[in-house]
């Protein structure tokens, strides 16, 4: 088990794996107070059938690991990473179509960067795979419990935009990870 807090490609992976949940539940935790406020004032049940658009990620993992068998893991990334960032910023417009169109290329990064974490992890494991698989677990999850409370005093300082600057900036730092302790190519 310490063995895999020597490998700095696995704690990579985790680092993704967390980086990951956390831009997928602070965009669907904060986006609600955004979309309930003007312009949009959405209502409890506009705001509930919104996570519908979650199933255009669930459509798009299944395409994922064809890529990932193509052009590996880390470009897969970075392509889930740079289509989560057009959807974010997406969400920034003052048009109800344009920000589900935003919220739907989220869901597909960010189930399709999963996708790719997880499949890099099996091939950065060296040993015990299933531990260093259940501490990817761990480290999603701790993101999803990160992003649905450090994005509120973005939101408190200056809204749905200054949670964007954030969200975008954890989108980044999972780039330079893969970039910098990712392989180009996995064979």
Request: proline share 3%; glycine share 10%.
């Amino acid at each position: 088990m310490l063995g895999h807090f020597k490998n700095l490609p696995l704690i990579a992976v985790w680092a993704i794996g967390f980086n990951t949940l956390f831009v997928f539940v602070a965009v669907f935790t904060f986006i609600t107070f955004h979309l309930a406020s003007a312009p949009f004032n959405l209502t409890t049940v506009q705001l509930g059938s919104m996570f519908l658009l979650n199933l255009f990620g669930a459509v798009a993992t299944p395409f994922a690991g064809r890529w990932i068998d193509k052009i590996g893991s880390r470009t897969v990334l970075i392509i889930a990473l740079t289509t989560s960032a057009v959807g974010l910023l997406l969400t920034l417009m003052p048009y109800l179509l344009l920000t589900f169109v935003g919220l739907a290329l989220i869901s597909m990064g960010v189930f399709v960067g999963n996708s790719a974490a997880s499949t890099h992890l099996g091939k950065v494991a060296a040993k015990a795979k299933s531990s260093a698989a259940g501490l990817y677990v761990c480290a999603y999850y701790s993101g999803g419990s990160v992003g649905a409370y450090v994005p509120g005093f973005a939101y408190a300082m200056g809204g749905w935009p200054a949670c964007v600057i954030l969200i975008l900036f954890v989108m980044a730092i999972s780039a330079v990870i893969a970039l910098r302790f990712w392989a180009r190519q996995e064979a």
